[in-house]
């Protein structure tokens, strides 16, 4: 997975979360929000039907959903590896270290998420100079439903502000929210958001080092 600015028209972005949005004494003191940019989603969306079809014992194939926390290390590895081996797909990620403030942590807890969607989105434009077209897939789980299309708006405004900063004409969006269950571009970047989430949480680098050539853009914040 070179590390590269590639001039294709149409992108389209997968976006997961590891860690928690919460602020008590039990939540984690890391959140990771990743993303799997592709011009071809197809190819990503193929590797958890290959994982199923090469790797997965017949008493785990019935899960719906793989999921980075509950799979195997070798799954975990499996995985990530063949993620690498897509030479479109490239990794962006945005890591935040929570503060533990009670007095702010309402407020926090509101706008971590579409702070650090926001910090991430920019990350992308800026990969991707030559957009028309953007299609952001985002995990349906951190909105509440009232939210989601509050946050589709703030989503598609940032993206034209940042283009005018950079002086460029901003292409066509589309967002959606799934679930994971029905997204396999959004299982692969979870697998994605907990290899890094568990370099920082854990302290353990080994899924982190099989993707970090592929990882173009990467913030790490401190609340």
């Known amino acids: 997975m070179p590390l590269r600015l590639i001039s294709v028209s149409r992108c389209f972005v997968f976006v997961d979360e590891s860690g928690d949005l919460g602020f008590t004494k039990h939540s ?3 959140v990771t929000l990743a993303a799997v940019l592709t011009h071809y989603p197809e190819r990503l969306e193929r590797i958890p039907h290959r994982i199923r079809r090469r790797r997965l014992k017949k008493s785990i194939k019935r899960v719906g959903e793989l999921k980075f926390h509950n799979s195997s290390p070798a799954i975990r590895k499996a995985v990530l590896e063949m993620l690498m081996d897509l030479e479109d797909s490239r990794i962006a990620s945005v890591t935040v270290e929570k503060a533990h403030g009670v007095d702010c942590q309402k407020r926090q807890r509101k ?4 702070d650090m969607a926001g910090q991430l989105i ?5 990969l991707e100079p ?3 077209e953007l299609h952001l897939v ?11 299309s509050i946050f589709d708006e703030y989503i598609r405004t940032m993206i034209g502000d940042e283009c005018r900063r950079m002086g460029r004409i901003a292409p066509d969006v ?7 269950l029905n997204s396999r571009g959004l299982q692969v970047a979870d697998f994605v958001a907990g290899a890094i989430n568990r370099r920082h949480e854990s302290g353990d680098p080994s899924y982190y080092d099989i993707i970090h050539d592929g990882i173009s853009a990467e913030k790490t914040m401190l609340l």
Request: hydrophobic share 35%; proline share 6%; aromatic share 16%.
């Open 28 to 30: 984690s003191r890391f």
């Open 111 to 114: 706008w971590l998420y579409p």
């Open 174 to 180: 589309s967002v959606s929210r799934l679930d994971s």
């Open 122 to 126: 920019s990350e992308v434009l800026r």
């Open 138 to 148: 985002f995990d349906h789980r951190p909105f509440e439903s009232s939210l989601g």
């Open 130 to 132: 030559n957009l028309r």
